[in-house]
Each structure stands twice: as structure tokens, then as C-alpha cells.
């Protein structure tokens, strides 16, 4: 980065991992409704099918998602 000013840097961090949770957002959305699996999603993004579940779960089932229970 070429400025030098800290805040800058730190709101483009914070703007990267806005756009980094909507990409995961819209990621998880497509494979599931693909026919992915919870263990499938967790293991593409590196964490725990329970860790996906927590953060995805609650919102594809609020957008109308079918979503497999196991696999």
C-alpha cells in the first residue's frame, strides 16, 4: 500500500473481508443448492462442517435453501 496512514489500511482490510464474506455467502448458497454437503462446503473452505453450519445455516434455510442433513 502506498499510503501511510494506518486507518487507511485498516478500512481496506475491513472492505476485503466484507467482500471475502460475500463471496463465501454466495459460494455456500450456490453448492448447496447444488446438492452439496455440509462436510463437502467445510472441507472446500478449510473448516469444520459444524463451523459452516453456525455461520450459513440459519440464512439458507431464510432464502429457501433445501438442505441436506447428512453426507
Not at 473448516?47 to 435453501?65: D, E, F, N, S, W
Amino acid at each position: 500500500m502506498s499510503s501511510k496512514d494506518p486507518a487507511d489500511a485498516l478500512a481496506a482490510v475491513a472492505a476485503l473481508r466484507r467482500l471475502a464474506d460475500q463471496l463465501e455467502d454466495a459460494a455456500v448458497e450456490q453448492a448447496m443448492r447444488s446438492g452439496w454437503s455440509w462436510p463437502q462446503v467445510a472441507e472446500a473452505l478449510g473448516i469444520t462442517r459444524q463451523a459452516v453450519y453456525k455461520k450459513h445455516a440459519k440464512r439458507l434455510i431464510a432464502a429457501g435453501v433445501a438442505l441436506r442433513r447428512r453426507g
